[in-house]
């Protein structure tokens, strides 16, 4: 019993690191459609970040959050304007090529500027574990936790009780009617774009403190943040969360009570099963734009 | 919109273009040239690896060059290849042959690359100089003209389970049946050649006790569950195989999960870079037990002529590439003891880079332990062995304990520069201090 609690406590913890991950695409793909192949690449971005915060002051990354929230809604913004904008309501397969694109783009710029080497932060709460009732629960994964708590019950409070945050959902819910009742469409698309940079942000910084980090780390981190997308509902913040929970469990409990070597395997075949009962996955709707 | 794409995409080829990995000549060229190519992961999540391998194999031939070079004053030109993924690592190979024109390739090291670019090399009647790529099956696929420098992933994993019959257990003070292995790797051909085939089943043979055999996902993120899998088996010794990533999540989770074995030992990549794993992991990566198929510190054990050759790859490595620590990546003289055996043992004598004039010179080879700086010596099985075929037989690995960013050969007993220590102190209590090391004599 005492080792189910422990991988269900690593399971949620682990799940929080995912939802933290996944919900910057979630807020694009499920406000402006656009699929992005480069999110992974996003978050790689942000952990160089948190690193070069780190090496340069010398302090926790976490701090770091104030110079990379706001440089990360401008990057935002003008990748809105320069790149997104063009893309909105072009063919699907350009979307996947032109992210493509800025995924090789980001992986050699990062390779060129950082080399292939791999990079990690060592923090005073690095080796630090929490160890209550024979559970132990390490302090980078609850900070980490506590990060996506935080950035998840800031983006519910935006987007229900703010008129900025109402419109957001309209849009995402519904393009033409929004339009229709005087919202600015181009308008909402660049904050949600900042807004989706600012999450992952976040989950750089946040993975920073646990991972290393090296220019093709992200590739993977795409596959996983899709599927979590996808598997939640897209769009949906409580899908996300759900859906990244699910998929970590869903780890732990393969790894130990099955093969650890199925463990991707399993929760592919989830995945699946889950999609052939509800393709728009578990909290999505079946028809959202216009 | 279509002019936006096609500027994304010119951009994008721009910049691709622009780098600096395929297929640039990396030495001056003279008058008299050879090509060789250098076809390694570049790019990737292999490319520390790559990148350290051909560092390693550029101060070979710089070391050649500047000695005259081979053939009457010909100078060695390496052009590499960047074998990032399969794909790449077969285009790559096919224009380092077609395009490049070279006769001779030097690389791959993977195992899972080493299946693809092997049997290209072969088509076209190209010798390949193989570093490292030890799953074994890779001997067994009917390829003429592939030499493997470095040791078979099986006699590895063997060499690790005798390493713990005559190094560990007398240390722990236990009868080496009585002891509880964990056995943790990548569920890959590499791993499974290695850990499976190799250490397992010579475990068997010795009578230890494995307590569980536990390939993995290498992709995964959260390595816990497997953790408190192994955990619950209460082991002595936990034996682990992994690569970068997987190994840094292993031992991170090892470490939040509070796993403490007596020994933990370590074959593969994080451990082979020393600066990057004390960076992450502090002193808990102390007392590591790494089998390596290059040696610590220590090359006393070396003829004076290869002592002295070695210090001064050491010395060029540092120099040219800026690095504090020779000590940092072992990747560098698996690179290095490759090329220079190849250059000077090999293609001096063979005169050209004909394949069977160079499969005349192998097949004569023979040297001891003391011609080179990996362990065992050089001496390669003929083509015709249908399980070690163009394997260097005399390959090795030795153990090297880990203490303060520095590698100490504990084993085996003739190469030993200090004495081993066992068990290791819980994650959190490992800081050492090196007077505690026990130096033995040279």
Partial sequence: MEIFIQLIINGCLTGMTYALMALGLSIIFGTLGLINFAHGDFIMLAMYGGFLFSLCSGMDPYWGLFILLPVAFVLGIAFYRFLFKKLIDAPEESHIIATFGLSFVFQYGTMLLFSAEYKSVSTDYSANVFHIWNQYIDYPHIYGALAAAILIASLIMFLHYTNTGRAIRAVSEQRRGAMMIGINVHRIYMIAAGLGLCCIAVSGVSLITFESVHPTIGTHLNLLCWIIVVLGGIGSIPGTIVGAIIIAIMEMMVGYYFEPALTTFAYFIMFLAILMIRPSGIFGVKERRA | ?442
Avoid at chain 2, 319 to 328: D, L, P
């Fill in chain 2, 1 to 442: 919109m279509k002019r936006a794409f096609v500027k994304l995409v010119v951009i994008t080829l721009a910049c691709l273009v622009s780098l600096p990995a395929g297929g640039v000549a990396l030495a001056d060229t003279g008058s008299k040239t050879v090509k060789i190519g250098v076809i390694l992961p570049l790019t990737g999540p292999q490319a520390p690896i790559g990148r350290e391998v051909l560092r390693g194999i550029q101060v070979a031939a710089d070391m050649v060059n500047d000695m005259g070079g081979i053939w009457n004053k010909t100078k060695i030109t390496l052009v590499t290849g960047d074998a990032a993924n399969s794909e790449s690592a077969r285009t790559e190979t096919e224009r380092l042959i077609t395009v490049e024109g070279v006769k001779l390739l030097i690389g791959v090291y993977s195992s899972s690359l080493a299946f693809i670019v092997h049997p290209i090399a072969d088509k076209y009647n190209v010798v390949f100089w193989e570093t490292n790529a030890i799953a074994d099956r890779l001997r067994q696929m009917g390829h003429k003209n592939t030499y493997f420098f470095g040791p078979m992933a099986s006699g590895w994993g063997s060499q690790a389970a005798d390493c713990v019959v005559e190094l560990i257990a007398p240390k722990l003070n236990k009868d080496p049946k009585d002891l509880r292995i964990a056995v943790v790797y990548q569920g890959t051909e590499w791993g499974k050649s290695l850990s499976h085939d190799g250490f397992i089943k010579r475990a068997k043979d010795l009578g230890l006790n494995v307590v569980i055999d536990a390939p993995y996902d290498p992709n995964t993120m959260d390595f816990s569950s497997l953790v408190l899998k192994i955990k619950k088996t209460n082991p002595d010794i936990v034996h682990t195989q992994n690569y970068l990533d997987d190994g840094y999540r292993l031992f991170r989770d090892a470490r939040k999960n509070g796993l403490n074995p007596k020994v933990w030992i370590a074959d593969g990549c994080p451990w082979a870079y020393v600066d990057e794993a004390f960076q992450k992991f502090g002193d808990d990566m102390n007392y590591v037990l790494d089998l390596n198929q290059v040696a610590g510190g220590n090359i006393w054990n070396l003829s004076p002529t290869t002592q002295s050759q070695y210090r001064e790859f050491l010395d060029r490595y540092a120099k040219k590439y800026n690095v504090k620590s020779v000590m940092a990546s072992s990747d560098v003289a698996v690179g290095f003891t490759s090329a220079i055996a190849l250059f000077e043992y090999v293609l001096p004598a063979a005169g050209s880079l004909d394949p069977a004039k160079i499969a005349e010179v192998v097949n004569d080879l023979s040297l001891p332990s003391t011609a080179t700086a990996r362990p065992g010596g050089i001496k390669f099985a003929p083509h015709s062995d249908p399980v070690q075929a163009g394997q260097n037989i005399r390959a090795g690995v030795v153990a090297r304990q880990i203490f303060n960013k520095q590698y100490y050969t504990v084993w085996p007993k003739e190469s030993a520069e200090i004495e081993a220590i066992f068990p290791i102190p819980p994650f959190g209590k490992r800081a050492f201090d090196d007077k505690n090391l026990k130096m033995l004599s040279q």
